[in-house]
C-alpha cells in the first residue's frame, strides 16, 4: 500500500519506506541513506568536523563537505550531533540462556540486543563466558540469534566461566583445543580469556599464552585473587606479549596504585612493552581514585569497556555511553573516549574492518549528544564524581540499517500520515533504513 503525502512517500509491507528528503526522482537514488549535518568523529581517518556519510548497500559509500540531498533514499538532519563509528565494547557477558544460576555461562549474562544498540554500541565481544567445550551453545543461542555484532575470547577453562571450582579446575585449562577451536571460528572468536583465577601461580595466564600463541590471538587477563607470589609487574613484564590485553585496570585490587598512592610503574613497563589496558568497568572493577591518579600520571586506557552483566547494569557503571562519560568527566577528551570505544578496540581485537568509517567500510554508525549540565557518576564502589558532560546515544545503524532512534529523528510527525496508519493487520515499518527491508 502507498500513501502520496505531498512531497513524501509513507510506503507500507514490504516497498520502500518514507523517504525524508522530497518525491523520488525518476532516477533512482544512489545512496540509501544520508547523514547531513553532524560533526563526525572518526579517529581513525583524523577526521573531525562536519561533514555529510552516505551509506549504500551497507557501506559507507561518501564522505563529504555536503552531499545534495536528491541523492539519497532517506535523509536524516544531524546539525549539532556526533557522528561516529558503531560502538565497540570490548568486555562484556553475552552468554544467556542457560538457566544456570550464579553463571556467567547463565543467569549472570544478558542478550546483547537489549543494551548493546542504546548506548551506541554495535559490536560487543564476550570476555570468556564459553569455553571450547561450551562454545557451539553460546554460538547457537545467542550469537547466530543477535541483531548485534558478537564476537568472543574463548575462556581457556573448556568449561567456561561458571563459577567456583569449575574456574579454578587447572585440569580444564587446555590450550590446544582452545587455540584449535579459535581457528575454527576465527571470524568470531578474537581473543583468549583468562579470568577469576584464586591460586598463587601462574598456570592459567601461561596456558592461554600459549593457546594464543598457536591461534594468533590476543589473550585477555582479569587477574582474579591478588597474590605476591604472581605480583602484577611480573605478570606486565614478562607473561604477557604485545598485543595482548589487561582489562580492569583501574580497579585497584591488583595493586594498580601502590601504597604512596602513586601507579604501579608496571603498568608503564607492560605498556612499552606492548601490551594493552582496558577499563572493563563492571559491578567492582572501575575506581575514581585509581582512575583519576593513572590519568593524571599519563596512563590513559587503551579501550573503554562495561563488563556488562546482571550486576554492572544496575550500579554505577550502566552502560557503555555512561562509562565513556566518567572519562570525559576525568579529563580525557571527546576524541580519546571515542578513539578508545571504537578504533583502539577494533584494533585490538584484529578487526581493522570495524570502528572507522572510511568509504567501502562496514556502515556501523553511532550519533551522539554531548548534554551539557549538572551530572553525577558512580565508580564500582559507591563514590560519586561530578561532571559536566554527559553523551547520550541518539541513533544508532548496523550495516547501514537502523536499531536505534528513541527521538524519532528519522520518522516523521503522524500529522503527516493518513489517519489510519499503522492499520490492523498491515505490517509496521519498523524504521530499517533500507529500500528492499523483507
Request: charged content about 25%; proline content about 5%.
Amino acid at each position: 500500500m502507498q500513501y502520496e503525502l505531498g512531497r513524501r512517500e509513507f510506503l507500507i509491507a514490504g516497498a520502500a519506506l518514507p523517504l525524508g528528503c522530497g518525491a523520488r526522482s525518476a532516477q533512482e537514488p544512489e545512496y540509501d541513506l544520508l547523514l547531513t549535518g553532524g560533526h563526525l568523529l572518526d579517529p581513525r581517518n583524523g577526521l573531525s568536523g562536519v561533514r555529510d556519510l552516505a551509506v549504500a548497500g551497507g557501506r559507507v559509500a561518501a564522505v563529504e563537505p555536503a552531499i545534495a540531498p536528491e541523492r539519497a533514499f532517506k535523509v536524516v538532519d544531524c546539525r549539532g550531533l556526533i557522528v561516529t563509528p558503531g560502538l565497540i565494547d570490548l568486555h562484556v557477558h553475552a552468554f544467556a540462556g542457560t538457566n544456570e544460576r550464579g553463571s556467567f555461562a547463565g543467569d549472570n549474562s544478558l542478550y546483547p540486543d537489549a543494551h548493546s544498540f542504546r548506548s551506541g554500541v554495535t559490536t560487543v565481544v564476550d570476555a570468556g563466558c564459553a569455553g571450547w567445550r561450551n562454545f557451539e551453545t553460546f554460538l547457537e543461542t545467542v550469537i547466530g540469534r543477535s541483531r548485534t555484532r558478537v564476537l568472543a575470547f574463548l575462556n581457556i577453562v573448556g568449561h567456561g566461566m561458571r563459577g567456583g571450582a569449575i574456574e579454578q579446575d587447572v585440569g580444564d585449562m587446555q590450550a590446544t583445543p582452545t587455540a584449535d577451536l579459535a581457528r575454527e571460528h576465527s571470524d568470531i572468536i578474537v581473543g583468549v580469556k583468562t579470568a577469576h583465577y584464586a591460586a598463587p601461580d601462574w598456570y592459567p595466564v601461561e596456558e592461554s599464552v600459549r593457546a594464543g600463541e598457536a591461534a594468533g590471538v590476543p589473550v585477555m587477563v582479569d587477574f582474579g585473587n591478588d597474590h605476591p607470589e604472581r605480583p602484577l609487574e611480573t605478570l606486565l613484564g614478562e607473561k604477557l606479549r604485545a598485543g595482548d590485553i589487561y582489562t580492569h585496570c583501574y580497579a585497584g585490587n591488583r595493586r594498580e596504585l601502590l601504597e604512596d598512592g602513586t601507579p604501579n610503574p608496571g603498568l608503564f613497563v607492560g605498556r612499552e612493552r606492548g601490551v594493552a589496558f582496558d577499563v572493563g568497568h563492571g559491578a567492582g572493577s572501575f575506581k575514581w581514585s585509581v582512575a583519576a591518579k593513572c590519568l593524571e600520571a599519563g596512563f590513559p586506557p587503551d579501550s573503554i569497556s562495561t563488563d556488562l552483566h546482571f550486576a554492572s547494569m544496575n550500579a554505577g557503571m550502566r552502560d557503555q555511553i555512561t562509562t565513556m562519560s566518567k572519562l570525559l568527566a576525568l579529563g580525557e577528551s571527546l576524541e580519546d573516549v571515542i578513539l578508545q570505544s571504537t578504533w583502539n578496540p577494533a584494533r585490538l581485537i584484529g578487526r581493522e574492518d570495524l570502528g572507522h568509517l572510511s568509504v567501502g567500510a562496514i556502515a556501523d554508525i553511532a550519533v551522539l549528544e554531548k548534554e551539557t549540565g549538572e551530572f553525577g557518576f558512580v565508580d564500582s564502589f559507591g563514590a560519586r564524581h561530578h561532571g559536566t558532560e554527559n553523551l547520550v546515544a541518539e541513533m544508532a545503524f548496523k550495516d547501514g540499517r537502523l536499531v536505534w532512534d528513541p527521538s524519532g529523528r528519522t520518522r516523521q510527525d503522524w500529522r503527516e500520515l493518513p489517519f489510519d496508519y499503522g492499520r490492523q493487520g498491515e505490517p509496521k515499518w519498523d524504521g530499517i533504513l533500507h529500500r528492499n527491508p523483507a
